[in-house]
């Protein structure tokens, strides 16, 4: 299994936009399942987008229309492009495998949607 770092986090503003990356450390090749999650404040950890080895991505309806993901598996990284950001967005978003079995957690990184 492969380990994610997750990077790219920060404090915005409402509607700005801000683009998370995941490197893993090794490859992401075949991997047939892929996830982004977030966990805000006091809530439990929200499965927000899937990424299946063949590219069919899916969204939850938090975030669709306003997130895209992607992956390079050339460079064994996923992205998360985020827009429209508000402070309902503001959660610690984490990457992994999830499929056929789960990865392990990374440490996040901390997103911020402040006024």
């Known amino acids: 299994q492969v380990q994610f770092v997750e990077s790219g986090g920060g404090t915005v503003r409402p509607g700005d936009s801000l683009t998370l990356s995941c490197v893993a450390s090794?490859?992401?090749?075949?991997?047939?399942?892929l996830a982004w999650y977030r966990q805000a404040p006091g809530l439990q950890r929200e499965l927000i987008v899937t990424?299946?080895?063949?590219?069919?991505?899916h969204y939850a309806g938090s975030v669709k229309g306003r997130f895209t993901a992607s992956k390079d598996n050339a460079k064994n990284t996923m992205y998360l492009q985020m827009t429209d950001l508000s402070p309902g967005d503001t959660a610690l978003y984490y990457c992994?495998?999830?499929?056929?079995?789960?990865?392990?957690w990374g440490q996040g990184t901390q997103v911020t949607v402040s006024s």
């Open positions: 990424i299946t080895d063949s590219g069919t991505i």
């Open positions: 992994r495998q999830n499929f056929p079995q789960f990865g392990p």
């Open positions: 090794g490859s992401i090749d075949g991997i047939l399942g």
